[in-house]
């Protein structure tokens, strides 16, 4: 059950609904896809990063980065198409069908060197086939309030039970485990908790935003 070697996948689709041209979106001054890969690259866990967009732009202006650049297909460039396809789509242009490799969404920019090598040093002596980054989803009240016709009711929450999301940071999957089955959640999987003020998934500009403030708050941690 070899894992390497490993190589990273970092889809960077041109289209996004909620938040248009998304990958392209700037933290801290920097380009969502190019951190990606910039933090993909430092981390030295990966024989081979793929960045894999139909976006011209950002095609073009990973030039100078040293990455495989992958064309992405119009039919899988339109909404709703998903990670796997993507991945299938990289591993075939790349030829990679033994070893492992890496989905690394760009919309997680706080993403870090550590993240990588320490999800690369669990996924080599897990049992399982693949290795998920998680995070808590935070514990709801313990009561909703309904708007009812002339009033508010009260109506009290289910039980509450401990949920996790994947967080985006990253999947690492053995090759031959996910060709059997195309999707992440039929192969065994491990988790990597990530700490929620480690881990925002951008979705919108206000998402953005708190990403870009818990970076600063990080940074004046670390100076103090």
């Known amino acids: 059950m070899d894992k390497r070697p490993c190589i990273a996948i970092i889809p ?49 202006e990973a030039g100078d980065l040293q990455v495989e650049r992958i064309q992405r297909p119009p039919q899988l460039s339109v909404q709703g198409v998903s990670v796997q396809a993507v991945a299938f789509h990289a591993l075939c242009k790349r030829d990679h069908y033994s070893g492992s490799f890496a989905i690394l969404l760009p919309t997680s920019p706080l993403r870090t060197v550590n993240h990588l090598t320490a999800m690369w040093d669990k996924f080599l002596v897990t049992p399982q086939d693949s290795l998920m980054s998680i995070r808590l989803v935070p514990r709801p009240h313990e ?82």
């Open 143 to 224: 009561y909703f309030l309904e708007m009812q016709t002339g009033r508010v009711a009260k109506i009290e929450a289910p039980e509450w039970r401990q949920w996790w999301i994947h967080d985006g940071t990253a999947i690492f999957c053995r090759t031959v485990a996910f060709l059997q089955h195309f999707d992440f959640y039929k192969i065994s999987m491990d988790g990597f908790p990530i700490p929620r003020e480690e881990s925002v998934d951008v979705n919108t500009e206000e998402d953005l935003a708190w990403a870009e403030f818990l970076a600063q708050r990080r940074a004046e941690l670390v100076q103090l």
């Open 12 to 60: 960077a689709k041109a289209q996004s609904v909620r938040f248009p041209n998304k990958n392209r979106a700037k933290f801290m001054g920097i380009p969502l896809w190019r951190l990606a890969c910039q933090v993909a690259l430092e981390s030295k866990v990966f024989t081979n990063v793929i960045l894999s967009s139909d976006d011209t732009q950002i095609f073009n």
